[in-house]
Protein backbone atom coordinates (compact mmCIF):
# COMPACT_ATOMS: atom_id res chain seq x y z
CA UNK A 1 0.00 0.00 0.00
CA UNK A 2 1.10 3.37 -0.68
CA UNK A 3 2.01 5.61 1.87
CA UNK A 4 -0.49 8.31 2.27
CA UNK A 5 0.78 11.75 1.05
CA UNK A 6 1.42 14.35 4.33
CA UNK A 7 1.66 18.16 3.06
CA UNK A 8 4.76 19.66 3.91
CA UNK A 9 4.45 23.29 5.27
CA UNK A 10 5.34 25.10 1.69
CA UNK A 11 2.90 23.09 0.09
CA UNK A 12 -0.02 23.47 2.27
CA UNK A 13 0.69 27.34 2.46
CA UNK A 14 0.81 27.07 -1.81
CA UNK A 15 -2.03 25.63 -2.28
CA UNK A 16 -4.20 27.74 0.40
CA UNK A 17 -2.53 30.81 -1.57
CA UNK A 18 -4.27 30.05 -4.12
CA UNK A 19 -7.99 28.46 -2.73
CA UNK A 20 -7.71 31.88 -1.30
CA UNK A 21 -7.65 33.78 -4.87
CA UNK A 22 -9.90 31.15 -6.48
CA UNK A 23 -12.59 31.45 -3.81
CA UNK A 24 -12.18 35.98 -4.21
CA UNK A 25 -10.52 35.98 -1.26
CA UNK A 26 -7.22 37.90 -0.24
CA UNK A 27 -4.53 35.42 0.33
CA UNK A 28 -1.43 36.75 1.73
CA UNK A 29 0.53 37.36 -1.52
CA UNK A 30 -0.54 37.06 -4.61
CA UNK A 31 -0.05 33.27 -6.22
CA UNK A 32 1.86 33.18 -9.27
CA UNK A 33 1.61 30.18 -11.91
CA UNK A 34 4.07 29.30 -14.07
CA UNK A 35 3.15 27.14 -17.29
CA UNK A 36 6.89 25.63 -18.44
CA UNK A 37 5.73 23.66 -21.36
CA UNK A 38 8.85 23.68 -23.89
CA UNK A 39 10.66 25.96 -22.27
CA UNK A 40 11.20 22.85 -19.95
CA UNK A 41 13.91 21.77 -23.56
CA UNK A 42 15.24 25.05 -23.76
CA UNK A 43 16.21 25.50 -20.06
CA UNK A 44 18.15 22.17 -20.51
CA UNK A 45 19.54 22.25 -23.81
CA UNK A 46 17.48 19.22 -25.63
CA UNK A 47 15.32 19.36 -28.62
CA UNK A 48 11.32 19.82 -28.24
CA UNK A 49 11.25 16.11 -29.97
CA UNK A 50 13.41 14.97 -26.95
CA UNK A 51 11.41 16.45 -24.11
CA UNK A 52 8.24 14.44 -25.45
CA UNK A 53 10.23 11.37 -25.92
CA UNK A 54 11.54 11.07 -22.35
CA UNK A 55 8.95 11.53 -19.81
CA UNK A 56 11.50 10.85 -16.82
CA UNK A 57 13.99 13.44 -18.28
CA UNK A 58 11.03 15.82 -18.40
CA UNK A 59 10.50 15.43 -15.21
CA UNK A 60 14.08 16.14 -13.40
CA UNK A 61 14.10 19.26 -15.83
CA UNK A 62 10.67 20.14 -14.22
CA UNK A 63 11.88 19.50 -10.66
CA UNK A 64 14.89 21.67 -11.17
CA UNK A 65 13.66 24.44 -12.77
CA UNK A 66 10.75 24.56 -9.39
CA UNK A 67 13.19 24.66 -6.74
CA UNK A 68 14.73 27.13 -9.06
CA UNK A 69 11.54 29.54 -9.58
CA UNK A 70 9.61 28.40 -6.57
CA UNK A 71 5.93 29.07 -8.18
CA UNK A 72 2.91 28.40 -6.32
CA UNK A 73 1.81 25.80 -8.77
CA UNK A 74 3.26 24.45 -12.41
CA UNK A 75 2.35 22.83 -15.27
CA UNK A 76 5.24 20.82 -17.15
CA UNK A 77 4.77 18.77 -20.97
CA UNK A 78 1.11 18.18 -20.28
CA UNK A 79 0.60 16.17 -23.36
CA UNK A 80 2.13 13.46 -25.36
CA UNK A 81 2.35 12.65 -29.45
CA UNK A 82 2.75 8.64 -29.06
CA UNK A 83 -1.37 8.16 -29.18
CA UNK A 84 -1.72 10.70 -32.43
CA UNK A 85 1.31 8.76 -34.33
CA UNK A 86 -0.04 5.12 -33.21
CA UNK A 87 -3.37 6.41 -34.43
CA UNK A 88 -2.12 8.57 -37.71
CA UNK A 89 -3.92 11.49 -36.39
CA UNK A 90 -4.34 13.98 -39.04
CA UNK A 91 -5.03 17.06 -37.17
CA UNK A 92 -1.96 17.55 -35.15
CA UNK A 93 1.79 18.13 -35.57
CA UNK A 94 4.60 17.55 -33.14
CA UNK A 95 8.23 17.59 -33.15
CA UNK A 96 9.58 14.68 -34.34
CA UNK A 97 6.39 13.98 -35.84
CA UNK A 98 5.11 16.27 -38.61
CA UNK A 99 7.14 19.09 -37.84
CA UNK A 100 11.67 19.62 -36.96
CA UNK A 101 12.81 18.11 -33.79
CA UNK A 102 12.87 21.80 -32.41
CA UNK A 103 8.93 22.97 -34.01
CA UNK A 104 6.07 23.58 -31.17
CA UNK A 105 3.01 21.70 -31.09
CA UNK A 106 0.59 22.72 -34.15
CA UNK A 107 -3.50 21.94 -34.46
CA UNK A 108 -3.81 21.18 -38.15
CA UNK A 109 -7.40 21.89 -39.02
CA UNK A 110 -9.33 20.36 -41.66
CA UNK A 111 -13.24 20.19 -42.56
CA UNK A 112 -13.52 16.33 -41.67
CA UNK A 113 -17.48 16.68 -41.52
CA UNK A 114 -19.08 18.39 -44.55
CA UNK A 115 -22.24 20.26 -44.20
CA UNK A 116 -23.92 17.87 -46.33
CA UNK A 117 -23.23 15.19 -43.02
CA UNK A 118 -25.43 17.45 -40.58
CA UNK A 119 -28.51 15.47 -41.00
CA UNK A 120 -26.39 12.12 -40.59
CA UNK A 121 -24.68 13.67 -37.56
CA UNK A 122 -28.23 14.66 -36.22
CA UNK A 123 -29.69 11.51 -36.73
CA UNK A 124 -27.06 9.52 -34.55
CA UNK A 125 -23.88 10.96 -33.53
CA UNK A 126 -22.53 8.25 -32.13
CA UNK A 127 -22.56 6.37 -35.36
CA UNK A 128 -21.39 9.29 -37.30
CA UNK A 129 -18.35 9.41 -35.21
CA UNK A 130 -17.31 5.83 -35.37
CA UNK A 131 -18.27 5.03 -38.90
CA UNK A 132 -17.57 8.67 -41.01
CA UNK A 133 -15.63 10.70 -38.44
CA UNK A 134 -12.88 8.71 -37.01
CA UNK A 135 -12.05 7.30 -40.54
CA UNK A 136 -11.55 10.42 -41.58
CA UNK A 137 -9.58 12.08 -38.76
CA UNK A 138 -7.32 8.96 -37.68
CA UNK A 139 -5.24 7.03 -40.97
CA UNK A 140 -5.04 3.89 -38.93
CA UNK A 141 -9.06 3.90 -38.84
CA UNK A 142 -10.05 3.89 -41.63
CA UNK A 143 -11.52 0.33 -41.72
CA UNK A 144 -14.05 1.35 -39.14
CA UNK A 145 -16.22 2.88 -41.92
CA UNK A 146 -16.90 -0.79 -42.68
CA UNK A 147 -18.63 -1.72 -39.63
CA UNK A 148 -22.63 -1.75 -40.14
CA UNK A 149 -24.67 1.06 -38.72
CA UNK A 150 -24.40 0.93 -34.90
CA UNK A 151 -28.18 0.95 -34.59
CA UNK A 152 -28.60 -2.57 -35.49
CA UNK A 153 -26.97 -3.72 -32.00
CA UNK A 154 -30.47 -2.75 -30.75
CA UNK A 155 -31.75 -6.10 -33.06
CA UNK A 156 -29.71 -8.39 -30.78
CA UNK A 157 -29.06 -11.90 -31.58
CA UNK A 158 -30.42 -11.11 -35.35
CA UNK A 159 -27.66 -8.65 -35.55
CA UNK A 160 -25.26 -11.26 -34.82
CA UNK A 161 -24.89 -12.22 -38.52
CA UNK A 162 -22.89 -8.64 -39.18
CA UNK A 163 -20.02 -9.75 -36.75
CA UNK A 164 -17.89 -10.92 -39.60
CA UNK A 165 -17.40 -7.82 -40.84
CA UNK A 166 -14.99 -7.64 -37.33
CA UNK A 167 -13.03 -10.32 -39.16
CA UNK A 168 -11.65 -7.48 -41.94
CA UNK A 169 -8.32 -6.58 -41.88
CA UNK A 170 -8.45 -3.33 -41.93
CA UNK A 171 -11.06 -3.56 -39.34
CA UNK A 172 -8.88 -6.03 -37.37
CA UNK A 173 -6.37 -3.40 -37.68
CA UNK A 174 -8.68 -0.56 -36.49
CA UNK A 175 -8.81 -2.05 -33.08
CA UNK A 176 -5.35 -3.00 -32.92
CA UNK A 177 -4.68 0.42 -33.17
CA UNK A 178 -7.04 1.75 -30.67
CA UNK A 179 -5.74 -0.72 -27.78
CA UNK A 180 -2.01 0.53 -28.78
CA UNK A 181 -3.35 3.93 -27.87
CA UNK A 182 -5.14 2.86 -25.06
CA UNK A 183 -2.02 1.43 -23.61
CA UNK A 184 -0.02 4.65 -24.85
CA UNK A 185 -2.34 7.13 -22.97
CA UNK A 186 -2.56 5.15 -19.82
CA UNK A 187 1.68 4.60 -18.90
CA UNK A 188 1.66 8.52 -19.96
CA UNK A 189 -1.13 8.85 -17.46
CA UNK A 190 0.97 6.87 -14.62
CA UNK A 191 3.86 8.99 -15.51
CA UNK A 192 2.06 12.01 -14.94
CA UNK A 193 0.81 10.86 -11.53
CA UNK A 194 3.76 9.45 -10.27
CA UNK A 195 5.19 13.25 -11.49
CA UNK A 196 2.90 14.70 -9.45
CA UNK A 197 3.10 12.95 -6.90
CA UNK A 198 7.10 13.91 -6.55
CA UNK A 199 6.37 17.41 -7.26
CA UNK A 200 3.78 17.31 -4.22
CA UNK A 201 6.89 15.75 -1.85
CA UNK A 202 8.53 18.93 -3.17
CA UNK A 203 6.26 21.21 -2.07
CA UNK A 204 4.61 22.08 -5.29
CA UNK A 205 0.63 21.68 -5.92
CA UNK A 206 0.12 21.12 -9.37
CA UNK A 207 -2.50 22.56 -11.59
CA UNK A 208 -5.36 20.56 -10.00
CA UNK A 209 -7.64 23.49 -10.53
CA UNK A 210 -7.43 22.75 -14.11
CA UNK A 211 -7.75 18.94 -13.77
CA UNK A 212 -11.10 17.50 -14.90
CA UNK A 213 -12.74 16.84 -18.55
CA UNK A 214 -11.42 18.88 -21.50
CA UNK A 215 -14.86 20.51 -22.77
CA UNK A 216 -14.73 23.51 -25.48
CA UNK A 217 -17.75 25.99 -26.03
CA UNK A 218 -20.42 23.80 -28.21
CA UNK A 219 -19.42 26.42 -31.24
CA UNK A 220 -15.42 25.72 -30.93
CA UNK A 221 -17.04 21.89 -30.50
CA UNK A 222 -18.10 21.87 -33.97
CA UNK A 223 -15.67 24.03 -35.62
CA UNK A 224 -12.15 23.07 -34.43
CA UNK A 225 -12.41 19.08 -35.22
CA UNK A 226 -15.16 18.75 -37.62
CA UNK A 227 -16.45 22.00 -39.35
CA UNK A 228 -13.20 24.02 -39.54
CA UNK A 229 -13.38 27.72 -39.69
CA UNK A 230 -14.50 27.93 -42.87
CA UNK A 231 -17.48 25.63 -42.79
CA UNK A 232 -18.50 26.91 -39.49
CA UNK A 233 -18.71 30.46 -40.54
CA UNK A 234 -20.59 29.33 -44.11
CA UNK A 235 -23.04 26.97 -41.97
CA UNK A 236 -23.99 30.51 -39.88
CA UNK A 237 -24.93 32.05 -43.44
CA UNK A 238 -26.58 28.70 -45.09
CA UNK A 239 -27.87 26.57 -42.45
CA UNK A 240 -27.85 27.89 -39.28
CA UNK A 241 -30.91 26.05 -37.38
CA UNK A 242 -28.92 23.09 -38.10
CA UNK A 243 -26.09 24.87 -36.57
CA UNK A 244 -28.01 25.88 -33.59
CA UNK A 245 -29.57 22.12 -33.56
CA UNK A 246 -26.06 20.59 -33.42
CA UNK A 247 -24.66 22.95 -30.86
CA UNK A 248 -27.60 21.40 -28.60
CA UNK A 249 -26.23 17.94 -29.24
CA UNK A 250 -22.69 18.50 -28.25
CA UNK A 251 -23.72 20.73 -25.20
CA UNK A 252 -26.09 18.15 -23.61
CA UNK A 253 -23.01 15.23 -24.66
CA UNK A 254 -20.28 17.68 -23.12
CA UNK A 255 -22.26 17.73 -19.61
CA UNK A 256 -23.26 14.22 -19.39
CA UNK A 257 -19.29 13.54 -20.25
CA UNK A 258 -18.05 15.85 -17.59
CA UNK A 259 -20.13 14.85 -15.15
CA UNK A 260 -19.86 11.16 -15.59
CA UNK A 261 -15.93 12.03 -15.48
CA UNK A 262 -16.38 13.87 -11.94
CA UNK A 263 -17.52 11.26 -10.76
CA UNK A 264 -15.55 8.55 -11.59
CA UNK A 265 -12.41 10.42 -10.87
CA UNK A 266 -13.13 12.67 -8.28
CA UNK A 267 -11.90 15.83 -10.08
CA UNK A 268 -14.40 18.65 -9.89
CA UNK A 269 -13.01 20.85 -12.39
CA UNK A 270 -13.29 21.07 -16.19
CA UNK A 271 -10.69 22.54 -18.87
CA UNK A 272 -12.42 24.79 -21.23
CA UNK A 273 -10.31 27.23 -24.09
CA UNK A 274 -12.15 29.10 -26.10
CA UNK A 275 -11.00 29.36 -30.02
CA UNK A 276 -13.80 31.34 -32.05
CA UNK A 277 -15.58 33.41 -29.52
CA UNK A 278 -13.43 36.56 -28.86
CA UNK A 279 -13.49 39.87 -30.51
CA UNK A 280 -12.70 39.61 -34.58
CA UNK A 281 -14.00 35.89 -35.04
CA UNK A 282 -17.83 37.45 -35.48
CA UNK A 283 -20.06 39.84 -34.51
CA UNK A 284 -21.89 40.44 -31.61
CA UNK A 285 -24.81 39.45 -32.84
CA UNK A 286 -23.51 36.26 -34.02
CA UNK A 287 -22.35 35.86 -30.61
CA UNK A 288 -25.97 36.81 -28.85
CA UNK A 289 -27.41 34.28 -31.65
CA UNK A 290 -24.55 30.88 -32.08
CA UNK A 291 -21.45 31.47 -28.84
CA UNK A 292 -22.65 33.02 -25.61
CA UNK A 293 -26.03 31.01 -25.03
CA UNK A 294 -24.54 27.83 -25.35
CA UNK A 295 -21.73 28.35 -23.44
CA UNK A 296 -23.64 30.18 -20.45
CA UNK A 297 -25.91 27.09 -20.62
CA UNK A 298 -22.87 24.67 -20.81
CA UNK A 299 -21.04 27.05 -17.74
CA UNK A 300 -23.89 26.93 -15.27
CA UNK A 301 -25.12 23.33 -16.06
CA UNK A 302 -21.29 22.39 -14.94
CA UNK A 303 -21.51 24.75 -11.95
CA UNK A 304 -25.10 23.19 -10.74
CA UNK A 305 -23.31 19.79 -10.92
CA UNK A 306 -20.57 20.90 -8.69
CA UNK A 307 -18.00 21.07 -10.99
CA UNK A 308 -15.87 24.67 -11.30
CA UNK A 309 -15.07 25.69 -14.94
CA UNK A 310 -11.58 27.17 -15.63
CA UNK A 311 -12.13 28.87 -18.77
CA UNK A 312 -9.09 30.39 -20.92
CA UNK A 313 -10.53 33.05 -22.87
CA UNK A 314 -8.27 33.15 -25.78
CA UNK A 315 -7.82 36.36 -27.85
CA UNK A 316 -9.52 39.45 -26.89
CA UNK A 317 -12.41 39.58 -25.33
CA UNK A 318 -12.79 43.26 -24.58
CA UNK A 319 -16.38 43.46 -26.12
CA UNK A 320 -17.57 40.01 -24.38
CA UNK A 321 -17.08 41.11 -20.22
CA UNK A 322 -20.14 42.47 -19.78
CA UNK A 323 -21.48 39.25 -20.59
CA UNK A 324 -19.17 37.26 -18.86
CA UNK A 325 -20.10 38.84 -15.77
CA UNK A 326 -23.34 37.72 -15.96
CA UNK A 327 -21.91 34.36 -14.49
CA UNK A 328 -22.68 32.77 -11.32
CA UNK A 329 -20.01 34.35 -8.75
CA UNK A 330 -17.28 32.34 -7.59
CA UNK A 331 -17.85 29.03 -9.32
CA UNK A 332 -15.94 29.63 -12.42
CA UNK A 333 -12.17 30.97 -13.10
CA UNK A 334 -11.43 32.92 -16.08
CA UNK A 335 -7.71 32.85 -17.55
CA UNK A 336 -7.61 35.97 -20.49
CA UNK A 337 -4.72 36.01 -22.99
CA UNK A 338 -4.84 39.48 -25.01
CA UNK A 339 -7.84 41.01 -23.13
CA UNK A 340 -7.05 43.97 -21.51
CA UNK A 341 -6.43 43.03 -17.80
CA UNK A 342 -7.39 46.06 -16.55
CA UNK A 343 -10.57 46.11 -17.74
CA UNK A 344 -10.72 42.23 -16.84
CA UNK A 345 -10.50 42.84 -12.86
CA UNK A 346 -13.24 46.28 -13.46
CA UNK A 347 -15.90 44.10 -15.17
CA UNK A 348 -15.05 40.69 -13.83
CA UNK A 349 -13.13 40.60 -10.79
CA UNK A 350 -16.10 39.93 -8.42
CA UNK A 351 -17.47 37.52 -10.98
CA UNK A 352 -14.69 35.26 -11.43
CA UNK A 353 -11.08 34.40 -10.53
CA UNK A 354 -8.76 36.54 -12.65
CA UNK A 355 -5.38 34.25 -14.19
CA UNK A 356 -3.31 36.01 -16.42
CA UNK A 357 -1.47 39.56 -16.13
CA UNK A 358 1.88 39.23 -17.86
CA UNK A 359 2.01 39.35 -21.24
CA UNK A 360 4.32 36.76 -23.23
CA UNK A 361 6.02 39.55 -26.34
CA UNK A 362 6.96 41.53 -22.76
CA UNK A 363 8.18 38.72 -21.35
CA UNK A 364 10.06 37.35 -24.49
CA UNK A 365 11.30 41.06 -25.63
CA UNK A 366 11.47 43.05 -22.36
CA UNK A 367 13.87 43.83 -19.98
CA UNK A 368 14.16 42.45 -16.47
CA UNK A 369 13.40 46.31 -15.57
CA UNK A 370 10.19 46.66 -17.76
CA UNK A 371 9.06 43.15 -16.50
CA UNK A 372 9.38 43.98 -13.04
CA UNK A 373 7.39 47.60 -13.90
CA UNK A 374 4.52 45.59 -15.60
CA UNK A 375 4.56 43.36 -12.57
CA UNK A 376 4.13 45.96 -10.18
CA UNK A 377 1.40 47.68 -11.56
CA UNK A 378 -0.74 44.10 -12.43
CA UNK A 379 -0.35 43.14 -8.69
CA UNK A 380 -1.41 46.57 -7.79
CA UNK A 381 -4.67 47.15 -9.67
CA UNK A 382 -5.68 43.81 -10.73
CA UNK A 383 -4.25 41.79 -7.27
CA UNK A 384 -6.46 44.41 -5.32
CA UNK A 385 -8.54 42.50 -2.88
CA UNK A 386 -7.47 39.33 -3.89
CA UNK A 387 -9.20 37.05 -6.83
CA UNK A 388 -6.12 37.20 -8.94
CA UNK A 389 -3.74 34.76 -10.09
CA UNK A 390 -0.68 36.38 -11.70
CA UNK A 391 0.50 33.96 -14.96
CA UNK A 392 1.21 34.32 -18.41
CA UNK A 393 -1.34 34.93 -21.37
CA UNK A 394 -0.96 31.89 -22.99
CA UNK A 395 -0.10 28.26 -21.03
CA UNK A 396 3.62 28.00 -22.54
CA UNK A 397 6.65 29.84 -21.60
CA UNK A 398 9.06 28.32 -24.42
CA UNK A 399 11.87 30.99 -26.12
CA UNK A 400 11.59 33.09 -22.85
CA UNK A 401 15.29 33.55 -21.58
CA UNK A 402 15.63 32.65 -17.52
CA UNK A 403 16.80 35.82 -16.12
CA UNK A 404 13.37 37.14 -17.49
CA UNK A 405 11.55 34.99 -15.83
CA UNK A 406 13.53 35.28 -12.33
CA UNK A 407 12.38 39.42 -12.42
CA UNK A 408 8.84 38.16 -12.94
CA UNK A 409 9.04 35.97 -10.00
CA UNK A 410 11.03 37.86 -8.12
CA UNK A 411 8.52 41.40 -8.71
CA UNK A 412 5.69 39.41 -8.01
CA UNK A 413 6.84 38.14 -5.04
CA UNK A 414 7.80 41.48 -3.80
CA UNK A 415 4.96 43.65 -4.93
CA UNK A 416 2.09 41.08 -4.09
CA UNK A 417 2.23 41.10 -0.85
CA UNK A 418 -1.43 42.38 1.27
Given at each position: MAEEFVPSPGYTARAKRLQDAIELKQPDRIPIVLWFGLFLADYAGITRQEL?????????????????????????????????????DRMTKWPGHGLGPQGSFQFDEHEFMKAEDYDAFLNDPSDFAIRSYLPRAFKELEGLAKLPSLGMSLFGYYSLSNTTTLLDPQVITAFEALTKAAQATKKFNEHMATSTQKMAELGFPGSSFRAGALLEAPFDFMSDTLRGMRGIFLDMMRIPDKLLEAEQRVLKMQVENAIAFSQATGLKGAFIPLHRGSDGFMSLAQFEKFYWPQLKDMLCQLVDAGIKPF????????????????????????????SDIFKVKEIVGDTMCIFGGMPIPLLKNGTPEEIRERTKEVCERVGKDGGFIMAPSVMELEGIKPENIQAWVDATKEFGVY
Open positions: YENPEKAHEILEEVAMKYQPDAYSGVRLTPEPSKILGVFYEGVWDQRLEYLAELPRGKTIGEFQD
